[in-house]
């Protein structure tokens, strides 16, 4: 459904700011009906790239196809056309202030000059299906974060697009209101049918909602694929971010890290190493989550018994399908910090654009 080929976004240097290049070379295939994620620190290029996926910015080079459309062939024209087939939302909701929670629904399908008594009926419609269907009097000011999102949402919805693009939807809102929003996105995915590209720092959001990720650092995708592969692969950066391992600060015994699964559970592993093959086995540290709605974990495990014993033990349990490395200090990627900045208090162009306009750059 979206499919980008070796795309680079280059800012051209302006008012004595070098050029930045935003986006380097990704490429990203998401299937129809796919949830996908996209992470990265701040400043990785996330928002440029989803700013590429329905072309509010042109690429410097590379193509973008969405929904069997070769976006980077199209004149502005019929981009502006082709648009209608991706819907957006960002953190902090755009909403119309003057206008009602309706009113804001309604503002694209009169831009797309739908007749009035078809877009009251389709207001309504989107209001029931983000369960606002009691406020559409209200105006922002009157709703809660989460109820913004839903009119957002819903206003987004209304050109019945494919394609979702959500750029930290979240971000802004409280945990309450961030579960309600990702249960209407899961929702509305499998009413609707719809591709999802969701942005954001928050591994939570990831796990609970993603069937795929990449990781982006410096503009390019550095990790990435199905989470339930991500998670068992080694070494991943990706997997450190979802499912961080515990850290190795101790170096007696024998230390082994275990990636446990549904299909190689924990129970399955302890038994495998105490129980038949009677090693003495200590969790040292472990956590276990629910990510694309399975069952992962990470333990580290202190085994000590016959030296002799252990490799062969390892093995049988990789056999058996389970992820296990020899731990060793410092070993695992470390998560980077995806904490965004806090958003400007004043709403206002972001503090380098400020730095630009100053006088003493401005020279
Ligand atoms: N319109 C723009 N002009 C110049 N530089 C930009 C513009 N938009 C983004 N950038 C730069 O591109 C890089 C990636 O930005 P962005 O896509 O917003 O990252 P993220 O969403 O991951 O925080 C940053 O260095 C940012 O300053
Ligand atoms: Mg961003």
């Known amino acids: 459904m979206i499919e980008l080929t070796d795309v680079r976004k280059?800012?051209?240097?302006?008012r004595g700011a070098a050029e930045v290049t935003a986006v380097d070379g990704v490429s990203l295939s998401v299937a129809a009906g796919e949830f996908a994620g996209v992470v990265g620190p701040s400043g990785s290029g996330k928002s440029t790239l989803a700013r590429l996926v329905n072309l509010l910015e042109r690429p410097t080079s590379g193509r973008v196809v969405v929904d069997g459309q070769v976006l980077t062939d199209l004149?502005?024209?019929g981009v502006r056309k082709a648009r209608r087939t991706v819907g957006m939302v960002f953190q902090h909701f755009n909403l119309l202030d003057s206008r009602t929670a309706a009113g804001n629904v309604e503002h694209p399908l009169e831009l797309a000059g739908m007749g009035r008594a078809e877009r009251r009926a389709r207001v309504a419609d989107l209001l029931d299906l983000v369960g606002l269907a009691d406020r559409h009097g209200s105006r922002p000011g009157q709703l809660s974060g989460g109820q913004k999102q839903r009119v957002a949402i819903a206003r987004a919805l209304a050109a019945r697009p494919k394609v979702l693009l959500c750029d930290e939807a979240?971000?802004?809102?409280?945990?309450?209101?961030?579960?309600?929003?990702?249960?209407?996105?899961?929702?509305?995915?499998?009413?609707?049918?719809?591709?999802?590209?969701?942005?954001?720092?928050?591994?939570?959001?990831?796990?609970a909602v993603c069937d795929s990720a990449v990781l982006l650092d410096r503009g390019k995708v550095v990790d990435g694929g199905p989470l339930a592969e991500v998670l068992t692969r080694p070494h991943s950066p990706l997997a450190a971010q979802l499912l961080p391992a515990p850290a190795v600060t101790d170096t007696r015994g024998d230390?082994?890290?275990?990636?446990?699964?549904?299909?190689?559970?924990?129970?399955?592993v302890l038994r495998t190493l105490a129980g038949e093959l009677g090693l003495d086995v200590e969790i040292v540290g472990g956590s276990v989550e629910t990510v694309a709605g399975r069952r992962f974990g990470r333990l580290l495990l202190a085994v000590t018994g016959d030296d002799g014993r252990l490799d062969p033990a390892l093995q049988r349990l990789r056999d058996g399908g389970s992820l296990v490395e020899r731990a060793l200090p410092g070993d695992e990627p470390v998560p980077v910090d995806l904490t965004e900045p806090e958003p400007d208090p004043a709403g206002q162009a972001p503090a380098f654009a400020r730095l630009l306009d100053s006088p003493d750059v401005q020279r």
């Open 10 to 14: 280059v800012f051209p240097a302006r």
């Open 75 to 77: 004149d502005d024209d």
């Open 170 to 207: 979240t971000s802004a809102l409280d945990p309450a209101s961030t579960a309600g929003v990702l249960d209407l996105l899961r929702q509305v995915r499998a009413e609707l049918g719809l591709t999802v590209l969701l942005i954001t720092h928050e591994m939570a959001v990831v796990r």
């Open 255 to 268: 230390l082994v890290r275990i990636t446990v699964t549904e299909s190689a559970p924990e129970g399955r």
